[in-house]
């Protein structure tokens, strides 16, 4: 007979609570702790057993584009290879002491040159991959330095191409890149702080182009101004090779938007192009049965004053009287 | 009686449901706020995004520059729309700017950990929302009569502080011989423990449906024993009960003047001695009594027979025995002699098997 080893249920086992023994590791776990509306999703930089010269490049350029929200290591890992099904143990290993949910891993190989794997973690696990070759990359171009991006702006995209919307694998890549390069999510903009723009170009079904470019605001007649891009930083083709869609389940649970943060329809109200802003108001049938007249008593003291002249012995009628008891002074 | 109604008051006629249609303010012509199209592009303003589906290379040129600045045109009449999208929202002046308010994304990109889950809810709150108990925030600084001073409530130096009395009156409820200071001290011991307590169980109760506080972490104290496969179970009652009685039976006596604790039952035991079969027998059954005997007279003749053998099993058991033993000895060439071979135990005899009842019929 085989008897399996079981963890005894909570309520058995002698327990102890333990906290952390400063206050600013109390304050680290907070930060760490799920929350309903997240902070910033970190990243992560690491390169696999080979690298170019390129990818070398390509790598340090990412993490100066996103300097405050990542991490980079420098040294190799040989261990790590993202699509393999063991291969993954140390990348969230790594995710999970660096709290970061966002990850770049570049490795050069025969097979697969100058390779680019960007991926995303839930819960620490890895959630879905998309690995690109970078076809060509420019290192930063020559420009004025007064209008380099600061770090830490929150930039514009331009998607464009028609590919991103009907090739599985570039729809994959643009939301991928989005969560890479977004920023933290903000409630209220400074819009003196607009200074960066990421253009992505889908040139043909699997190359993509992307480009970081800083963003000038020139005068204009109206309050909005012009626009002016200014190609500065790296810019780089990807081709994408191979990508990893989350599980069903995985991504349902991912997608999840706490009920606290639903926005309720307002009920009755719409929006008229030509009039504006419409409400409904409706106005329930009126009971007028059941309707509570006004106090005026006047019907009564009619019928009263026709039953006394009628001489009846309506003792309902007649005028309550109040009864006064005898109180003692 | 009747009722006199005014008729003035209802003078215009009503109609079953009236809808009365009100602008409630006029303004520009707002289509939507996060999500907008216009020229053809999509545009994602919680997330500063432009997407032109319908673009399409006609050629793509073949230097790349020329292609890196199409590219960059195109994204400038992008970034426009996206721009005017923003310029005109509502804006507030600010010293380093003008801030507008965000609209939240419209893409849906997945969360990085899972939601909180919601906490359960502590044994005091429970108390409390049955009660109808509310909370009410206390002030810090308290005023202390005996100093008239000012004293903090918590804390150092603070109010009422239990340990400060210099002298105890003497109640008539006082028993002689009890230091009250002693009896204050283990009684605030008390409250302590028990605070300690309902603080473990509400962070079980937590930890149980996943809600535990990031800060906080349950750890065992002892663990669970390794070598043997199960873990010390919380033992029941009846279980007690069970070990208690067997322990009892096995006694000269019986259990019968064994010392028992406080609340333990004594031994059960039931009054029949002796087993008697029913005087009718039921359908389903087979000779009762028949069974009976043969159990019996099996018991009996296994014991002292030496000529009940089951010829077949026997056979079998030496060809398969014998068959081993030749694979073994092909297998490995022995090298010890046979004398420091293990012997086999000469009180077992194989071949000898008592017969099994089952089945067969006498």
Redesign the interface.
């Known amino acids: 007979m085989r008897?399996?080893?079981?963890?005894?249920p909570?309520?058995?086992?002698?327990?102890?609570?333990?906290?952390?023994k400063s206050l600013r590791?109390?304050r680290e776990?907070?930060k760490?702790?799920?929350?309903?509306v997240?902070n910033g999703?970190k990243t992560l930089i690491l390169h696999g057993t080979k690298t170019s010269n390129v990818l070398n490049d390509v790598l340090t350029e990412i993490y100066h584009l996103k300097k405050d929200n990542s991490v980079k290591y420098s040294r190799r890992n040989d261990n790590i290879r993202p699509f393999e099904s063991g291969g993954e143990t140390s990348l969230e290993f790594y995710s999970l002491k660096t709290d970061c949910?966002l990850f770049v891993f570049g490795s050069h190989s025969k097979k697969r040159p100058d390779n680019l794997v960007i991926g995303?973690?839930?819960?620490h696990h890895i959630?879905d991959l998309v690995g690109v070759e970078n076809f060509?990359s420019m290192k930063s171009c020559s420009y004025d330095k007064k209008i380099a991006p600061l770090i830490g702006s929150?930039?514009?995209?331009?998607?464009?191409?028609?590919g991103?919307?009907n090739v599985e694998e570039l729809k994959h890549l643009k939301?991928v890149l989005?969560?890479l390069f977004?920023g933290q999510?903000?409630?209220?903009?400074?819009?003196?702080?607009?200074d960066r723009?990421y253009?992505c170009?889908a040139?043909?079904s699997n190359k993509v182009?992307f480009?970081h470019?800083a963003?000038r605001?020139k005068k204009s007649g109206t309050?909005?101004?012009?626009?002016?891009?200014v190609?500065v930083g790296p810019?780089m083709d990807f081709v994408v090779r191979r990508h990893r869609l989350?599980d069903e389940s995985l991504?349902k649970?991912?997608?999840?938007i706490?009920p606290e943060l639903i926005r309720k329809k307002e009920k009755n109200?719409s929006?008229?192009?030509?009039?504006?802003?419409?409400?409904?108001?409706?106005?329930p049938?009126?009971q007028?049965g059941n309707a509570s007249?006004?106090f005026?008593p006047?019907?009564v003291k009619r019928v009263r004053r026709e039953a006394k002249a009628k001489g009846e012995d309506n003792k309902q009628w007649e005028k309550k009287q109040k009864q006064h008891d005898d109180v003692s002074a | 009686m009747y009722k006199f109604v005014d008729l003035k008051r209802f003078r215009k006629p009503l109609f079953r449901k009236q809808i009365h249609r009100r602008i409630l303010c006029v303004e520009k012509s707002e289509m939507g706020e996060d999500e907008q199209q216009e020229g053809g592009y999509q545009i994602d303003l919680g997330n500063l995004t432009a997407f032109d589906p319908h673009h399409q290379f006609s050629s793509v040129p073949d230097n790349r520059e020329d292609l890196v600045k199409e590219c960059i045109a195109h994204g400038t009449k992008l970034i426009q729309a996206v721009a005017d999208a923003l310029f005109n929202l509502p804006s507030t002046e600010d010293a380093s700017g003008p801030i507008v308010s965000l609209p939240p994304p419209s893409t849906k990109l997945p969360r990085e950990k899972p939601l909180p889950k919601p906490k359960p809810p502590t044994k005091w709150e429970v108390f409390a929302k049955k009660k109808g108990i509310q909370n009410r925030k206390r002030d810090k600084l308290v005023y202390d009569e005996q100093t008239s001073s000012w004293k903090r409530r918590h804390g150092y130096d603070r109010v009422n502080d239990d340990n400060d009395i210099p002298i105890i009156e003497a109640k008539m409820t006082d028993e002689p011989g009890v230091d009250p200071f002693a009896k204050r001290r283990s009684e605030k011991k008390q409250r302590v423990d028990k605070q300690e307590k309902n603080r473990l169980h509400n962070l079980k109760e937590a930890s149980k449906v996943g809600a535990l506080p990031s800060h906080v972490q349950l750890a065992a104290t002892a663990l669970p024993i390794t070598g043997t496969q199960t873990a010390p179970r919380k033992v029941s009652k009846d279980e007690l009960q069970n070990v208690a009685g067997m322990a009892a039976t096995s006694t000269a006596s019986g259990g019968k003047f064994d010392k028992k604790l406080a609340g333990e039952k004594p031994p059960k035991h039931e009054k029949k001695y002796r087993k008697f079969l029913p005087v009718v027998e039921g359908s389903g059954m087979g000779s009762l009594e028949k069974q009976q005997s043969d159990k019996i007279l099996n018991k009996l003749m296994a014991k002292n027979s030496h000529e009940i053998l089951n010829v077949g099993k026997a056979v079998d058991m030496y060809n398969a025995k014998s068959d081993k033993k030749r694979r073994n000895q092909q297998g490995k060439s022995s090298s010890t002699s046979s004398k420091l071979k293990v012997k086999k135990s000469p009180y077992k005899n194989a071949s000898k098997k008592k017969s099994s009842s089952k089945g067969k019929s006498k």
């Open positions: 008897r399996s080893c079981v963890a005894p909570i309520d058995y086992i002698m327990l102890r609570i333990k906290t952390p590791a109390n776990l907070e760490r702790a799920p929350k309903l997240e999703k949910s995303r973690t839930y819960d959630y060509k929150k930039p514009f995209f331009a998607f464009i191409g028609e991103f919307e939301e989005l969560d977004r999510v903000v409630s209220s903009l400074n819009l003196a702080g607009l723009v253009v170009t040139v043909s182009l480009t470019c963003l605001l309050t909005v101004p012009r626009v002016e891009l190609e810019s989350p991504k649970e991912a997608m999840k706490a109200v929006k008229d192009a030509i009039e504006g802003k419409i409400g409904k108001i409706y106005v049938d009126q007028v007249l006004p005026t006047k019907g």
